[in-house]
């Protein structure tokens, strides 16, 4: 399985004592979407603050109710042609992206330039290998768990990139597009 990561905002009124806001979601929730938010795992840290916003926005979005739940996981570059001795998790990974793929594919869509496909060599392999290397964030809108959306994407010259994704969701009323895609 993917690394599933853990940012949280503190609860103020946790911290000091004070009885927790209740965990109901308001009545106008979106219970039949939910998005995973993608992070590669090897990024400059200068790039953690914007992902640690990112997931804040996601956060905030639950919290009103525009989406039920977002889930955090880490990723990789992601091997073309697998090895023996290939994790597990890497098959999720190539799972994961098969799907975005598919989604790409039966959108008109692309997933460059968010997803690369690049040579690395290795000092104790004597051949290259190719491997994808996913975007430094990703997100994933799923609703009643079809994929909607994948954000980084392009149509075209147009690249929608993960902030326009988040901003389509914080801008939708009545849930008949997820992401900027036609449910």
Known sequence: ???????TKSNENQSNGMEAESDEQ????????????WIREDTPYCVHDVQERTYERL????????????TSHLW????????????????????????????????SRSLTPGFKTRPISSLFAEEEQEVIVPPMLCLAVYKNDKLRSVFP??????????????DRLESETDGSSIGGVTA
Not at 61 to 70: F, K, N, P, W, Y
Not at 92 to 104: G, I, T
Not at 153 to 166: E, I, M, Q, Y
């Open 1 to 7: 399985m993917p690394t599933e990561v853990t940012m």
């Open 26 to 37: 308001p009545e106008y929730v979106e219970t039949g979407t939910r998005v995973e938010f």
């Open 76 to 107: 990789n570059p992601i091997e073309t042609t697998p090895k023996k001795t290939s994790q597990e998790h890497t098959a999720v990974y190539r799972e994961r992206l098969s799907e975005f793929k598919a989604w790409a594919n039966e959108h």
């Open 59 to 70: 956060q905030c979005l639950q919290e009103a109710g525009r989406i039920a739940s977002v």
């Open 153 to 166: 994407n392009a149509d075209g010259d147009c690249v929608h990139t993960v902030g326009d994704g988040l």
